[in-house]
């Protein structure tokens, strides 16, 4: 995000570029709340520990699916690629083509 107040989401770059942030900050909760799992571990609080489970488990859950919508971006990324790419020889054909009609 610029100063020109671009949002996360005007490219398929920008909203990749996002997702990674979240990824690293789903993965630096995770590693968070596996530590204090290990530390609820030693002290008996087995409430507490189930609690931090599920919110390990809804991490990961959430982490899949940030790395689901990753590759769906770097997909849309190649696929666009492509079509530009197409449309580009598409346009340089029908070029050629017209320049050598008027030339013969």
Not at 45 to 59: G, S, V, W
Request: hydrophobic content about 40%; aromatic content about 4%.
């Amino acid at each position: 995000m610029d100063e020109h107040g671009q949002t996360p989401f005007e490219s398929i770059e920008s909203a990749q570029e996002y997702i990674g942030l979240l990824c690293e900050a789903i993965q630096e909760a995770r590693q968070e709340i596996e530590a204090e799992i290990a530390a609820t571990e030693q002290g008996g609080n087995e409430r507490r520990k189930q609690a931090l489970q599920l919110a390990a488990y809804n991490l990961g859950k959430l982490s899949a699916h940030m790395m689901t919508s990753h590759r769906i971006l770097n997909d849309l990324r190649t696929l666009r690629r492509l079509l530009f790419s197409e449309q580009g020889e598409q346009r340089m054909g029908a070029a050629a083509e017209a320049g050598a009609s008027e030339a013969a």
